[in-house]
Every structure is written in structure tokens, then in C-alpha cells.
């Protein structure tokens, strides 16, 4: 560094590049601060906000005074949650299940060198660009019994046909299931594609010569190399199916009555139009916990798998 | 170049090809069947609708369903249309995009060029952001969103998304830097350039990849955001996704399937262009979110 050409003292130049030095050390710190305290509050913060107000008895305003389990016990005597709980564990099931497979075999047909590859997957992809609310409000058009689907084919000649799920308590939330992977398949579809683009044909070449059929390179080389994506799928769509709620209430509202109602549609009914303020963050802490005891097992279990080989 | 585990033997090689596309080809029609039943449904009349079939062409073309979805569409007393929160949408998500986009390229930057002791910690403590389900800060959002004075307004809009849009963003500049080799911003370090100096020269102008990229998934996310656009605005301030469902579920008069689905159509669009027009950094995001888990 060349010296300053007179004016301020050794000394005193010393120490603006000490503090120069420490902006300049401190600033990638500086930087990243905002985003942290926000993760901090926000993330963090807030959860221990909501965890605490699980505990009281908080109704149209939020109150502090510790009672106790009170709002657990609430939520595991209503009816209500129990029904959002069995219809997430149907919603989900079958929801990953259909996705899985049907992106899985839209993803191999698609590799076995088609032509308009791009074209047809673009296809399959799109609904992915549209929120769920406005899929809800196309299948919901297309599902309903007066109109819709079940007018079309009775006017093919079928006249006793029915498929009026979406208006039948117990069945609503198969309806659901329609939409939602009409709209996820696309995305699994081309995890899995981008997987088998990644498989080396060195392993597939040898096991041809050793005499193995397609049945078998698929059934025991190539599904089996696609482990991690079935994994990320797996984690991707399940967080899907947890937080659930838009395409519910654009779909069927909840309803009939409450029979299809998932864990995020109970919270938000009970803490914001129904002023149940403590059971309202009860039921958010339950699909917080969800979430973390299906994702920190699956991502534990995996980091070590790949860490053993 | 062939890779000949991907195709049958030679007899049946051609029945297996024609099973094939006739598999895909029904795929698709499934998929396009929605979009086609909405586009058709919002060009027919009432009459038509009542007398046709779900799949049945428009008998005669009729624009009046996109016109009243915009201008005049009732959602419980106000009669006004979309267009309001149409507008509405594209004041939050704009600004909202913006900002997340730029923290989360600044966050990618000092997490892979600038890393500090417990840096890789904290990335991982910011990540967990992308996993909670929402319902959990609703409510102190809620509260808090009123002691700043901007619940129900563009700006609180504005501020929950890219609060809890910062985990993705720093997630995709993050993945993307950590492939730019450190030895670059090391020799213009010791060539005494600074923290900016070095992101404006040499960051910045390798990033438009990832930044479109980024751009695109914000932009589709908090378009299509419903939980918070309903939980955190009402009357006149929702943006469209709300008022779309609002509109489908007022159930005063005459129920306007045609009306639905132009609405429909009107709140889908903007996500829907940028998905044919930039479709391939739209998958590239998806996929980035999802290869690193």
C-alpha cells in the first residue's frame, strides 16, 4: 500500500484500515444478518409463539396464561380433527401412491426415444404452473354430478351411470385425490426422467450380454438405481399432501359438511372463522410434528445410507 | 447410439412402439382434457352449457363470460370483477419477487465465497424454512402484521412472502455458486477487490441462468400463494387466487359455470405464459428445489 501523501498521521491511517479491515471481514456477516434474524423470528420465533399459545386457553384473542394440555385434549375429543386425520392418511396414501407410479411409467415410456419428447412432456407438465385453487375450480366443474362428467356419459347412453363423489360425504375426499395428482404427476414425472438420464448404459450394456431381458434391467438394474429420487419424491409430495388446503377449499370446501377436510383446513377454520384461537395453534403444532417425525427419520436414513456407500 | 435395452426385439419391436405412443398420446389428451373443458366451458352461453355436454364445442362463440369475470362478476356484495385483484396480485408479487430474489442472491454469494466458521449451520438452520408447514406462523403473523401497521395491505403481503420465500431463494443462488470454482473470486480478492466489487464483476454476470431460474419459481409460488393471500387480506385487497374461489363459491343467483372458468383462466394466465414461454428454467427450478432435498 502506498503511504498517504501527508495529512493524517501513521497512526491514525492504521486505524481506519483496522476498521476498514473489519467492515471488510465483517460485511459477508453483515450481510447474511437480515435473512437470519428473519429465519430466527420468523421461523423459529413463531413457532415457539404458536407452541405457547397451544398451551392456553386462547379463544377470539390470543391470551398467555398457562393452562395447561386443555387445547390437546380439546383436539383429540373433536370429531372433526379425527375426520381431517383419516382423510390426510387417505389423501396422502393415495395421492403419493398414484403419483409415484403414474410419473414412474410416464417417465420410462417417455425414455424409450420419442419422438416430440419435448412436446409431449411440456403436456404433462403444465399443470404444475397453475395454483391448485384454479385446478380445484376446473375439476370441480368437471366432477359435478349435474353437468359435468356424470351428465356427459349418461348422455353416451349410460343412463343409470353415477360418479357424483364430490358431493358424497365419505367419498369428497377421493375427489380430491383426482385433482391433486392430475396436477403433481407431471413434477414426479420428471424427477424420475432426469433420473434414468442419469443411469450409465456401461451397467445395462453388460447385464444385455449376460442375457437379461428389458422386464428384468428395469425390474432389478434401472428402478433400483432410482432410489433417490423415489426418495425426494417421496419427501416432496408428502409435504405436498401435509399442507394441503388451497386445493381442498377450491375443490369442495371442506365438504360435504366437514367430510373432507384435511389438518390445514381444520386450523384455519377453527383459529380464523371460528375464533378458537388455542386450538386453532393445537392442531398447527400436531402438522408441525408430523412433518418433522416423517422428514428428520427419512433425511437421517438417507444421509447415512449414501454415507456407507 | 442406439440403446437397444430400450427397445424390444425385433418382432414386436413395432406392436411395442405403437403401444407406446398410443400410451402417451391418451396421457396427454387426460392431461389437456381440463384446460380444454375450461376454455370451451368460458366461451359458451348458460343455454349451451345446460343443452351441450362437458366436451361438446361451443355452438356458438360468446366472449360475455370473460367480460363480466373481469368487469362486473359478483364475489359476495361487491360486484366488480376480477381485474381489481388482478391488479392487486401483480402490486405484491412484483416487489415481493424482486426483493426475495436479490437477498437470496447475496445469501448465496456469502455462503459459498464468504463462508465464516458455522456458515454451513446456519444455511441449514435457514432450510428447515422450507419445511414447516405455514399454519404454524399464521397466527403470530397475523398479530404481528397488525403491530406494524400493514396487515391487510400490498406491503404485508409483500413482507410475509419474501420472508418465507428466503429459504428457497438462498437455496437456489447457494446450489448455483457452490459449482462457480472459489479460485476465481480468491485471485481478485488478492488483487484487492471487495465484498461488492467481486459480486457486481464477477458474480453477478454469471448468474442470469439461475436468476431467471429463480425468478420463475418465486414468481409461480406467490402468484399462486392461497393460505396467506387468504389469511392476511380481505374485502377489496385479495389478491386473485382468493377472490377466484370467493367468486366460484358466492352462491346467490344463477350459478355461471362460463364465468367460473374465464375467471379461472384469467387467474392461471400469467403462471401459465411464463410456463410456455420459459418452460425449461421453470422445470430446472422445480428440479433444483428437489435434487438437494
Not at chain 1, 386450523?267 to 398447527?284: D, E, V
Not at chain 2, 420463475?216 to 409460488?221: A, E, G, H, K, L
Not at chain 2, 375467471?263 to 422445470?283: D, E, N, Q, R, S
Request: positive net charge; proline residues 4%.
Amino acid at each position: 500500500m502506498n503511504q498517504p501523501a501527508g495529512g493524517a498521521s501513521p497512526a491514525l491511517t492504521r486505524a481506519r484500515r483496522g476498521i476498514a479491515d473489519y467492515v471488510e471481514t465483517a460485511l459477508p456477516k453483515i450481510v447474511l444478518g437480515p435473512t437470519l434474524l428473519c429465519a430466527l423470528i420468523f421461523v423459529y420465533g413463531f413457532i415457539a409463539w404458536t407452541a405457547w399459545l397451544s398451551f392456553t386457553e386462547s379463544r377470539i384473542l390470543p391470551r398467555y396464561d398457562f393452562a395447561g394440555l386443555v387445547q390437546y385434549i380439546a383436539l383429540f375429543a373433536n370429531d372433526r380433527w379425527w375426520t381431517a386425520v383419516k382423510n390426510l392418511g387417505i389423501f396422502a396414501g393415495l395421492f403419493i401412491g398414484f403419483c409415484l407410479v403414474t410419473g414412474l411409467v410416464l417417465a420410462i415410456l417417455l425414455d424409450q426415444r420419442i419422438r416430440a419428447e419435448g412436446f409431449l412432456r411440456a403436456i404433462y407438465l403444465y399443470p404444475m404452473a397453475l395454483s391448485f385453487i384454479v385446478t380445484g375450480t376446473a375439476w370441480r366443474w368437471i366432477l359435478n354430478p349435474g353437468l359435468g362428467l356424470e351428465h356427459l356419459v349418461r348422455q353416451l347412453g349410460f343412463e343409470h351411470f353415477t360418479f357424483d363423489w364430490i358431493v358424497t360425504p365419505g367419498m369428497s375426499i377421493y375427489a380430491v385425490v383426482i385433482a391433486g395428482v392430475w396436477q403433481s404427476t407431471g413434477f414426479v414425472m420428471a424427477l424420475f426422467l432426469a433420473g434414468l438420464r442419469g443411469i450409465d448404459d456401461a451397467i445395462i450394456k453388460a447385464a444385455q450380454v449376460d442375457g437379461a431381458g428389458p422386464v428384468r434391467i428395469y425390474g432389478s438394474i434401472v428402478i433400483p438405481s432410482l432410489r433417490p429420487v423415489f426418495f425426494s419424491s417421496l419427501i416432496i409430495l408428502g409435504h405436498i399432501a401435509i399442507k394441503s388446503f388451497d386445493l381442498v377449499m377450491a375443490l369442495t370446501g371442506g365438504g360435504p359438511g366437514f367430510s373432507s377436510d384435511l389438518p390445514a383446513t381444520f386450523m384455519y377454520t377453527f383459529a380464523f372463522n371460528r375464533n378458537q384461537i388455542g386450538l386453532g395453534a393445537a392442531s398447527a403444532m400436531m402438522m408441525l410434528m408430523t412433518v418433522v417425525a416423517i422428514i428428520v427419520p427419512m433425511i437421517y436414513s438417507e444421509t447415512r445410507r449414501q454415507r456407507h456407500g | 447410439m442406439g440403446e437397444p435395452y430400450r427397445t424390444q426385439t425385433a418382432g414386436s419391436h413395432l406392436i411395442g412402439r405403437a403401444v407406446i405412443y398410443t400410451l402417451l398420446v391418451l396421457f396427454a389428451l387426460y392431461y389437456l382434457m381440463p384446460l380444454f373443458v375450461m376454455l370451451t366451458t368460458s366461451l359458451k352461453t348458460l343455454d349451451d352449457i345446460r343443452t351441450g355436454n362437458l366436451l361438446a364445442l361451443p355452438v356458438q362463440l360468446s366472449f360475455d363470460a370473460w367480460t363480466k369475470a373481469w368487469d362486473s362478476a359478483c364475489t359476495g356484495v361487491y360486484c366488480g370483477g376480477l381485474k381489481g385483484n388482478f391488479l392487486n396480485s401483480v402490486s405484491f408479487v412484483v416487489p415481493a419477487v424482486i426483493i426475495s430474489t436479490l437477498i437470496g442472491a447475496f445469501n448465496g454469494y456469502v455462503l459459498t465465497m464468504w463462508r465464516f466458521k458455522g456458515s454451513d449451520l446456519l444455511f441449514t438452520a435457514l432450510l428447515i424454512g422450507c419445511f414447516i408447514p405455514f399454519q404454524v406462523v399464521l397466527l403470530p403473523m397475523a398479530q404481528t402484521l397488525g403491530w406494524l401497521g400493514i396487515a391487510n395491505s400490498t406491503a404485508g403481503l409483500v413482507f410475509v412472502h419474501v420472508v418465507y420465500g428466503l429459504a428457497f431463494t438462498t437455496l437456489f443462488f447457494r446450489n448455483f455458486y457452490v459449482t462457480v470454482p472459489v479460485e476465481l473470486t480468491k485471485a481478485a480478492r488478492i488483487d484487492g477487490a471487495g465484498f461488492f466489487t467481486i459480486f457486481w464483476r464477477i458474480i453477478l454476470p454469471l448468474s442470469p441462468p439461475i436468476i431467471v431460474v429463480c425468478v420463475i419459481w418465486q414468481f409461480t409460488q406467490i402468484w399462486n400463494d392461497f393460505l396467506f393471500g387468504v389469511v392476511f387480506s380481505s374485502g377489496q385487497r385479495q389478491p386473485i387466487t382468493v377472490a377466484l374461489n370467493n367468486l366460484v363459491n358466492t352462491t346467490t343467483g344463477v350459478k355461471e359455470y362460463n364465468v367460473d372458468m374465464a375467471a379461472a383462466i384469467i387467474a392461471g394466465l400469467p403462471t401459465l405464459l411464463v410456463y410456455v414461454l420459459a418452460g425449461k428454467y421453470f422445470v430446472r427450478g422445480l428440479t433444483a428445489g428437489a435434487v438437494k432435498g
